[in-house]
């Protein structure tokens, strides 16, 4: 059991990266407006309505894409008016009610293998929905008041889109195209060896301006996180080659003019990167390709062959891996970059689409069909939620009888997938609640009730909840309540019978959500390393299920690539969902950015490993080269011995396997025009440099060592 000082840090935890005050301006300006315009009309509830779906679709704002942040805005308003409507005619049926929370209850838990951005926004329709089961409203009500839920949440969205910019993740493009500039300036210009590596301040810029990412699950966040995992392995790159380069120079061989024009040419093709990420246009087709590297690599291997002595040819050997991963490095960078402009987004949008659903890397539907086993740690919490909101709202319809919904609304709150978290809500939501509603209880005894004064108060509330609840749960709690009480005095019910209800329930719904988690405390910084190995398992098992489909092509592997892709799925899918919990857990930070890091870059490997799955069911199958054999056996042993130092903590026991020099063997064999054999080729140079990327992050981030 954690010590005290661990849990106090988790209590009073204030993080200020995430308060926005303008973004908390223009959402409390949403809330309140409606709110002052049904009030000036003679129809505060109608009002309050539409303030309601304002305020709960003002979660979904954020400071993210614009697109995305549109599209997510606009389902959260069809979801909020959906529920107030769902959960008013739900309360019609007492008999069927506690039934529905269950279901309720399970299907927002599920919804956390989808990442934090999509179970925020289900965690706040199943509160709607909670709420208006137990407003005991009439049919024609709950229509009317979804109607105006949905217009509060249209105007809510609207005022966070109104600016909307050209470049979405402009200054995180900026960041990266000034550390591949710096790159650039490096490769064409290599710095002494006396001096600092190159680039240092424009990669620590880069880093603190992701952090700002870190939270949002999304093509563009990865993409941006896997590029500079790439930039920082092409500075090294750049430093080793300098470093030979600096030696040919001081032998006097000629040779080192040979290397000289490769890193021009690695300059050229960085600008280029840089320049595209910098306007957010397609690459300079006018800079240097990676084919005319093909050359550079034949010129040094010829040289080195004829050298004029040892150490010199042993200068060029190493020149030359060098130069074969930092093409590889290189050309992932191109990727990335490419498909991070608004046509590459587009273009792997179409290309994902053209995919049959279960080899889509963002499925919905099948991520969400590999968590439904209990293997799954999303599929246990969604239980687990369902269960205890059901238990609370058949607990308080039995003792009131009336208003059941403040306990299951509070378990819902405070019951999250991880124990720390649940704790630290489950103390700040009872604490928090009980500050609100003493506040809001001297407001209404010593201020003159009136509509003008409540709204101020409102507004004032409403803001302090958007601009520091998210900083610190117990802020949100109280706010949160002292909101509810005063919209509750706005339409003119007793107020002080609000606040004995709240008070009471909120405890008994805190009470249900610690003592349904109290029995598993489970610590995600502990165990996420595990996760993230039997997360490479799983591929590795996709992986061979992939290797056998080609070696026996006459055999039907389709079942078993099904069962490994489901299992892929699923043990990338618990990854995430611990990655999401670990961050909610004080202490965590760096063994999250990390992890998160580590996960981006994994995702460029399974996209790998189904693109040559969908080349299974392309035209007549053509013979498998034995260097494939070899390369395949090769990456499994990799995955095998990253996945066990992952779980034991510890470097690799066996030193890993050389994939650069098994691809450039592959190249060698077959015909690459051939389309199978230019599928394998390409797919294999992806693999090739993502198990690079990763055995790296393993051995330097992620063993402890």
């Avoid at 019609?92 to 529905?100: E, N, S």
């Avoid at 003019?257 to 306007?279: H, M, V, Y």
């Amino acid at each position: 059991m954690p010590s005290a000082p661990f849990w106090w840090k988790g209590i009073v935890r204030f993080d200020s990266n995430k308060v926005a005050p303008w973004r908390a301006l223009r959402n409390t300006v949403g809330v309140v407006v409606p709110l002052a315009i049904g009030a000036a009309m003679g129809d505060a509830r109608a009002g309050l309505s539409a303030s309601i779906g304002a305020l709960n679709v003002a979660v979904a704002d954020g400071e993210d894409p614009y697109r995305s942040r549109a599209a997510r805005m606009l389902i959260a308003t069809a979801l909020c008016g959906l529920a107030v409507t769902a959960g008013g005619l739900a309360g019609l049926h007492a008999g069927a009610l506690v039934p529905l929370l269950a279901a309720a209850g399970f299907a927002a838990g599920m919804t956390g293998a989808l990442g934090t951005a999509v179970s925020d926004l289900a965690n706040v329709t199943l509160v709607i929905f909670i709420v208006y089961s137990g407003q005991g409203i009439t049919a024609g009500a709950a229509v009317l008041a979804g109607i105006l839920a949905a217009g509060g949440g249209a105007l809510q969205t609207a005022l966070s889109l109104a600016l909307w910019p050209i470049h979405p993740h402009r200054p995180e493009r900026q960041q990266l195209a000034q550390l591949y500039k710096a790159l650039a300036g490096a490769a064409r210009n290599p710095p002494p060896v006396t001096k600092a590596p190159a680039a240092t301040k424009e990669s620590t810029s880069a880093q603190e301006a992701l952090q700002s990412l870190s939270s949002y699950r999304s093509i563009e966040a990865e993409r941006h996180f896997a590029l500079l995992s790439q930039a920082e392995r092409i500075r090294l790159s750049i430093s080793l080659l300098a470093r030979i380069l600096h030696r040919l120079r001081n032998a006097s061989d000629s040779s080192a003019e040979i290397l000289d024009r490769s890193l021009e040419k690695t300059a050229g093709l960085l600008e280029s990167i840089a320049e595209s990420l910098e306007n957010n246009t397609p690459l300079d087709s006018g800079q240097p390709t990676l084919k005319d590297f093909d050359a550079v690599e034949a010129a040094i291997g010829a040289a080195c062959h004829h050298a004029a002595n040892a150490e010199i040819a042993a200068f060029l050997s190493d020149a030359q891996h060098q130069m074969q991963a930092l093409c590889g490095q290189l050309r992932a960078a191109i990727e990335l970059a490419a498909h991070s402009t608004d046509q590459g987004l587009n273009a792997y949008a179409q290309s994902q689409s053209a995919r049959p659903w279960k080899l889509r890397l963002h499925s919905t539907l099948a991520i969400l069909r590999a968590n439904l086993t209990w293997r799954s740690s999303v599929f246990r919490h969604s239980v687990r939620l369902g269960v205890s909101i059901a238990f609370g709202g058949a607990l308080e319809r039995v003792l009131l009888n009336r208003r059941a919904y403040w306990m299951p609304m509070t378990v819902a709150l405070v019951l999250r997938p991880d124990f720390a978290a649940t704790f630290s809500r489950g103390l700040l939501r009872i604490l928090g609640t009980l500050v609100g509603l003493a506040l809001t209880t001297g407001i209404l005894r010593l201020v003159p009730s009136s509509m003008p004064v409540e709204i101020v108060a409102i507004l004032v509330f409403v803001y302090l909840l958007r601009c520091f609840g998210p900083a610190n749960y117990g802020i949100m709690a109280a706010a949160v309540s002292a909101v509810i009480v005063l919209m509750f005095a706005l339409i003119r019910t007793d107020p002080h019978s609000v606040i004995l209800l709240r008070g009471a329930n909120t405890l008994g719904g805190g009470a249900i959500a610690l003592l349904a988690y109290a029995a598993w405390p489970t610590w995600e910084r502990i165990h996420i390393r595990e996760a993230a190995a039997r997360m490479l398992e799983a591929y590795r098992g996709y992986f061979s299920a992939i290797r056998e489909a080609y070696l026996e092509p006459d055999r039907d592997h389709s079942t078993d690539l099904d069962s490994c892709r489901m299992r892929s799925r699923l043990a990338r899918s618990n990854l995430e969902s611990a990655l999401d919990r670990l961050a909610a857990e004080p202490g965590g930070e760096q063994i999250h950015q990390a992890i998160g890091s580590f996960l981006a870059n994994s995702h460029r490997l399974v996209q790998a490993f189904m693109a040559l799955e969908a080349g299974l069911l392309q035209g007549p199958r053509t013979p498998v080269r034995q260097a494939f054999g070899i390369f395949a056996d090769d990456v499994d042993k990799t995955l095998r011995l990253l996945s066990s130092a992952l779980r034991e903590s510890k470097l690799p026991s066996e030193p890993l396997p050389g994939l650069r020099a098994d691809y450039a063997r592959l190249l060698d064999t077959g015909d690459s025009g051939v389309s199978r054999y230019a599928l394998v080729n390409v797919e294999a140079d992806r693999i090739t440099n993502s198990l690079n990327t990763l055995s790296e992050q393993v051995v330097n981030r992620l063993t402890g060592q």
